[in-house]
């Protein structure tokens, strides 16, 4: 059986190099991984990503910082594109796929990941294969070639050094993002408030709603109950202690903190975004995003948390086989290969 070829593949990110998320951790994992299997791999994004990607990794910068349909990105992105010749252009997340869609093309076949809800999938439309990184997102896509392909993470190690000392309490719940409204951690602080169960819950994470979360634990009374450590840069040894993680958003496209927390064998609640409906057993699942539909969740759940854990015993084994950074790669390799085939050659 002859083996497959070696690629040169382009992948696009195009955030504005403020923050840090899934996505770009997506992109940073992939490329590594695509590269350690001997492909020619390049990332074109935000200067300041530059030291987030190994040096196995071809880094160009690109501005941008500047809007999808301004001439000079486009034109700088052409550029850079002509002059790698790559097999493979794939786009992370709507902006890159816009950038994309208008880039003619030649022997190359495009990609794009669609990594949350969006209103509209119109800027992948054009491309040759649209990846979604969830069932919810996958059945939203209008699109001929469209492939499901879940996140996954690299092996993790519960016993790597932390930001912050994981808590000695025997028992305690965690919860882990950015502090910003989508994630909806005023509900979980609320419910949390209300029904003030045994165990201290830590939110790990910052950003814009840090005062404000930390002002509504004040007015509730409930520090003794609830924790803002900050952003943990390693949470896998939080999660290999948790005794439950949880997640409270409004909307996911595949939450990180899912698969990590699975991969430790750490049992999750919550609200139904997609992942966690991919992949949780009803009982786990909120009935919708609200505050009281979390609140009553977390009522029945943290009764038994025993019993909780042998309810997902089947969801960390999947996680632990399906939602590893190799059956990713491995996954996204073959989607290239096979609209490589089916292209016309030129």
């Avoid at 951790?25 to 530059?50: F, K």
């Avoid at 190690?157 to 950015?178: C, L």
């Avoid at 903190?257 to 919550?270: G, Y």
Wanted: proline share 7%; charged share 20%.
């Amino acid at each position: 059986m002859t083996a497959p070829r070696r690629l040169t593949i382009a992948l696009i990110i195009a955030t504005p190099g403020q923050g840090w998320g899934g996505m770009e951790q997506h992109t940073a994992d992939l490329s590594e991984e695509l590269t350690r299997r001997g492909h020619e791999v390049h990332v074109l994004a935000h200067p300041d990503y530059q030291q987030r990607f190994p040096a196995t990794v071809d880094f160009h910068a690109l501005p941008v910082q500047l809007g999808r349909r301004n001439p000079w990105l486009a034109l700088r992105l052409r550029q850079r594109l002509s002059k790698l010749s790559p097999d493979v252009l794939h786009a992370q997340g709507n902006k890159a796929a816009a950038l994309l869609s208008g880039i003619r093309k030649c022997h190359s076949i495009t990609v794009g990941t669609v990594h949350g809800t969006k209103s509209s999938h119109k800027s992948f439309r054009k491309l040759d294969g649209v990846i979604a990184v969830s069932e919810g997102i996958c059945h939203a896509l209008q699109h001929l070639n469209a492939k499901l392909i879940h996140n996954g993470i690299k092996p993790q190690k519960s016993n790597t050094e932390t930001t912050f000392p994981v808590p000695e309490e025997p028992i305690f719940a965690v919860s882990i993002g950015r502090l910003e409204p989508v994630k909806q951690f005023e509900n979980l602080i609320s419910a949390w408030a209300s029904i003030k169960p045994p165990i201290p819950l830590y939110i790990l994470g910052d950003g814009s709603e840090a005062g404000k979360l930390k002002a509504q634990i004040h007015r509730l009374g409930a520090e003794h109950l609830i924790k803002l450590p900050g952003y943990e840069r390693n949470p896998a040894p939080w999660l290999a202690r948790a005794a439950v993680c949880l997640i409270s958003s409004q909307r996911e496209g595949f939450p990180y903190t899912l698969v990590e927390a699975l991969m430790a064998r750490c049992p999750v609640l919550s609200t139904p975004v997609n992942g966690a409906a991919d992949l949780l057993p009803a009982g786990s699942l909120a009935k919708a995003t609200d505050l009281c539909s979390l609140q009553t969740l977390l009522s029945g759940q943290l009764q038994d948390l025993g019993e909780l854990k042998k309810s997902q015993a089947a969801c960390f084994e999947y996680a632990s086989q399906e939602l590893t950074l190799d059956a990713m790669a491995s996954q996204t390799e073959d989607f290239y290969y096979e609209l490589l085939n089916r292209k016309p050659r030129s």
